[in-house]
């Protein structure tokens, strides 16, 4: 007994030590978030891990652009912002050194992205910094089913994996600019319903309909009425979709793409296959998980995640794309 | 003038895809209602939604005037058109009411008013690069199909024409005072009153025509549209327009459409479409 005593006190002992030094070690690091013109940019959301992996902490930046991860261990760490919208583009720094007990302040210029700051021109940044996403229970429609209806702001997937393409899809990417994107002919661009725009939801039992305020009148409509695809499928831009309940989740199976459309910014082939499952946790969250499967463009599945937030009281405006009225010219 | 409008609004929509409505033909959709042979039973009554409303959602098509009352009405120009016919779109897959809006109305000449916009299709109008847009109620009553989906909260139109929508908010709202950005389409509100769906549209742009004949329509124009579900494969579409800016007084007419089950609407993205200006010349 008394070699266990022993052995306890020293493992309690060491335990207590470990303790002490986290708890010694206050450690804060400020973020301070600003714009190529020097203003602070608020709700960015950063992520800071340890560069050894391990926990993944996140924040987001206040009003002046600020934001404090505290109580960290001494050691090396990497922090992302992801892309936001079509503002900023994505910032990354790895091995910022965090020092025992140290107060570190890291000012942080976010680069443009594709609206080069145009004030106004990103609809998901300005929904998500002027109103707070509304909580309650995620409801439901008479028949028992999570009601996915509603207007919902789209956002970019926030630890976003890149696709492993086959080395010809590559090849076409390099020698593609953002004005070769089918839009700039309105058709189009948005054939895994993934950019952050603004998109309604709309439920009927029969079927789902999701319309983008973008994406030239493209919309997807969803057949719940347990269709199997066509055994003969005649390819569009926006695909065949049907939809079944797998408990609260809704599991869409689409085929049927044609090969005239930009995955990302890569090409893909007819063969292109998505799933998107979707599940509402509560009143103001459409959870969104995308595998896309492609076995003649892609080395293996491709998977991508984000998170829709309720806006309600939104509307989706008409989009009539009428003023790409020079495509030669934008080439 | 009137000839060259039939046969150019023919052209402008057949720069797209070539529409057929073969593509999920054939295809028995679950929950039809069926006669001993299988096939829909368009007479059955018209379901209803969970909240007890007739249930307006389905793929309707504007019932066809025959080329004898289309020759009847506008004369040896049908027969003109007609000659350049596209299979898919032929002239007398069109709705007499795209061809003149007006063409019931025995005083069509004097509901025009005087100082109204000159009647022909304003060069290049509707018709931006990349994309002709057909507007409100073209959209409706050409060769191709409409799709209602009804939900609680929101009726949406999707129009096969150029792959666009409306949206008819059923919430309780009223049309807002004032539109801050008017639409091909418009905003439109609608309620139920007994099981008629009433629904009310204001705050259109004004850069489509009302029909080929070059009725035009200002941004004061206001839409008041009645649906009924006659049964399962009838529907009964009254549309009031009232725009005192261009017409004397204000007009209905009255379009009913045949569901067509058991299949869909085609996508129509119109590319390439870099001459338009040049054909409506």
């Given at each position: 007994m008394p070699a266990r005593v022993l052995l306890f006190s020293a493992?309690?002992?060491?335990?207590?030590?470990?303790?002490?030094?986290?708890?010694?070690?206050?450690?804060?690091?400020?973020?301070?978030?600003?714009?190529?013109?020097?203003?602070?940019?608020?709700?960015?959301?950063?992520?800071?891990q340890a560069s050894s992996g391990g926990e993944l902490r996140n924040g987001a930046s206040g009003k002046d652009g600020s934001y404090t991860f505290s109580a960290l261990p001494a050691g090396t760490f990497d922090l992302v912002i992801p892309r936001i919208g079509f503002t900023f583009q994505k910032f990354e720094r790895k091995a910022i050194t965090i020092l025992r007990s140290e107060a570190q302040r890291l000012e942080i210029g976010l680069q443009w992205a594709g609206n080069l700051g145009t004030v106004g021109d990103d609809d998901s940044a300005i929904l998500r910094a002027a109103r707070a996403v509304p909580m309650g229970p995620a409801p439901r429609t008479p028949d028992g089913k999570p009601d996915l209806s509603g207007v919902w702001n789209g956002q970019n997937d926030t630890n976003p994996q890149e696709p492993a393409v086959l080395p010809w899809a590559e090849q076409i990417r390099k020698n593609r600019s953002e004005r070769d994107d089918p839009s700039t002919l309105c058709l189009p661009s948005d054939i895994l319903l993934n950019s952050p725009n603004v998109f309604e939801v709309i439920q009927t039992p029969k079927q789902v309909l999701i319309v983008g305020e973008y994406n030239v009148g493209a919309h997807r409509q969803i057949f719940l009425d347990g269709r199997p695809h066509p055994t003969e499928i005649n390819p569009t831009w926006m695909g065949h979709s049907i939809g079944r309940w797998e408990g609260d989740m809704l599991v869409v199976d689409t085929l049927g793409f044609h090969d005239r459309s930009w995955l990302g910014a890569y090409p893909h082939t007819e063969k292109l296959h998505v799933v998107t499952r979707?599940?509402?946790?509560?009143?103001?969250?459409?959870?969104?998980?995308?595998?896309?499967?492609?076995?003649?463009?892609?080395?293996?599945?491709?998977?991508?995640?984000?998170?829709?937030?309720l806006v309600p009281g939104e509307e989706i405006q008409e989009f009539v794309c009428e003023n790409n009225k020079d495509p030669q010219h934008i080439k | 003038m009137k000839k060259r409008a039939i046969s150019v609004l023919g052209l402008v929509f057949v720069s797209a895809v070539v529409v057929t409505h073969a593509q999920w033909l054939n295809y028995p959709t679950p929950g039809v209602p069926r006669t001993p042979d299988g096939k829909p039973k368009l007479d059955a009554p018209a379901p209803r939604t969970a909240d007890g409303h007739p249930d307006l959602s389905g793929v309707w098509m504007h019932e066809l005037t025959p080329i004898s009352e289309l020759r009847r009405l506008f004369g040896a120009r049908i027969d003109e058109a007609a000659k350049t016919d596209i299979p898919g779109i032929e002239t007398d897959t069109q709705h007499k009411y795209v061809?003149?809006?007006?063409?019931?109305?025995?005083?069509?000449?004097?509901?025009?008013?005087?100082?109204?916009?000159?009647?022909?299709?304003?060069?290049?109008?509707?018709?931006?690069?990349?994309?002709?847009?057909a507007g409100f109620p073209v959209?409706?009553?050409?060769?191709?199909?409409?799709?209602?989906?009804?939900?609680?909260?929101?009726?949406?139109?999707?129009?096969?024409?150029?792959n666009d929508h409306r949206q008819i908010f059923t919430d309780g709202r009223t049309l807002p005072a004032e539109v801050n950005l008017p639409a091909y389409f418009g905003y439109s509100v609608g309620r139920w009153d007994g099981d008629t769906f009433v629904v009310q549209t204001a705050g259109f742009n004004d850069q489509t025509p009302l029909d080929a004949?070059?009725?035009?329509?200002?941004?004061?124009?206001?839409?008041?549209?009645?649906?009924?579900?006659?049964d399962f494969g009838h529907l009964d579409i009254e549309m009031t327009f009232d725009d005192?800016?261009?017409?004397?007084?204000?007009?209905?007419?009255?379009?009913?459409?045949?569901?067509i089950a058991d299949s869909d609407i085609f996508e129509m993205f119109q590319q390439n479409e870099k001459d338009c200006a040049h054909m409506q010349q």
């Open positions: 493992a309690f002992i060491a335990l207590l030590s470990g303790a002490a030094q986290a708890q010694n070690s206050q450690a804060t690091l400020t973020i301070v978030i600003h714009d190529p013109d020097g203003r602070p940019v608020a709700g960015a959301p950063i992520q800071l979707y599940s509402r946790p509560d009143l103001g969250h459409l959870d969104i998980q995308i595998t896309v499967e492609d076995p003649d463009t892609l080395a293996r599945p491709w998977t991508l995640h984000h998170v829709w937030e | 061809l003149n809006i007006l063409i019931d109305f025995p005083d069509r000449e004097s509901m025009v008013r005087p100082n109204g916009e000159r009647p022909e299709l304003r060069r290049g109008g509707s018709c931006a690069p990349g994309r002709a847009v959209a409706g009553l050409l060769s191709e199909p409409i799709k209602i989906v009804q939900a609680p909260r929101l009726t949406v139109v999707l129009y096969e024409v150029g004949a070059g009725h035009r329509h200002s941004d004061q124009l206001r839409v008041v549209e009645r649906f009924r579900r006659l005192p800016k261009v017409y004397t007084r204000p007009f209905t007419i009255r379009v009913p459409h045949n569901l």
